[in-house]
């Protein structure tokens, strides 16, 4: 029986000792991966710099600090300060079109995909306060960026309008005049989040009488 249990306890001794019953150890990141963390990290801060401070204020050693790196490895990734504000805009951007994009894939006719996608840029501005500031002061101090941002959004409403065209979903049947509703329907939604997106650094809800209005003019106006 002591030897049975001299084994027992052998045993137990093996199992803890086993190598295969331990954590995984965590996956090495490669060199290309390490980069593309730090440098998705000084957007993110530069993010945050700009959002609380503004594009004037912002400074490299702010940033660097925000994403905790040192201010030598920012140059390893931008050639100036002003090439990261350049590239700000039209990065963060491409994570609202996204996230937009996401909301409202489930929609089951195009003027429902226009209400997903009005909620969901007003949603966007909800999780991330920073994204106002950093959209309209780049007219100023990120000029390019802020052109090629709208130029953008602007491609991908004509492409979601020229598609409710070929449906027969929309009032207008020319197609020359699809850019000039993107451009009114952004318009909307700039005027609307500068009147109900900017209370505090979390925004508020947006009213549900300001969707039902925006979505009347919609319907009203563009789809049928």
């Given amino acids: 029986m002591l030897n049975d249990a001299k084994k027992a306890r052998a045993g137990r001794t093996r199992e803890v000792e086993d190598p295969s019953a331990q954590a995984p150890k965590r996956t090495k990141l490669t060199r290309a991966q390490k980069k593309e963390q730090i440098r998705a990290a000084l957007f993110a801060a530069a993010a945050k710099v700009v959002g609380e401070h503004g594009y004037s204020n912002a400074q490299v050693a702010m940033i660097t600090a ?5 201010q030598g490895t920012f140059y390893n990734y931008f ?15 491409q994570a609202m079109l996204a996230f ?26 909800k999780i991330n306060p920073d994204f106002y500031r950093i959209l309209y002061e780049a007219e100023v101090f990120a000029p390019e960026a802020y052109q090629k941002h709208n130029e953008a959004v602007a491609r991908g409403y004509v492409r979601v309008l020229e598609r409710a065209m070929n449906r027969g979903e929309l009032r207008i049947s020319d197609k020359r005049e699809l850019e000039a509703v993107a451009q009114m329907l952004m318009g909307a939604r700039h005027y609307l989040c500068m009147r109900f997106g900017r209370r505090g650094r979390g ?14 003019v919609v319907k009203g106006g563009i789809y049928r």
């Fill in 100 to 125: 937009i994009k996401e909301a409202s894939s489930d929609a089951a006719s195009e003027v429902e995909r226009e209400e997903k996608s009005f909620r969901a840029f007003f949603e966007f501005l």
């Fill in 203 to 216: 925004g508020i809800s947006l009213p549900e009488w300001v969707v039902d209005a925006y979505m009347t």
């Fill in 66 to 70: 925000q994403a905790s790196v040192a």
């Fill in 79 to 93: 050639e100036s300060q002003q090439d990261l504000l350049d590239q700000l805009l039209p990065t963060v951007g």
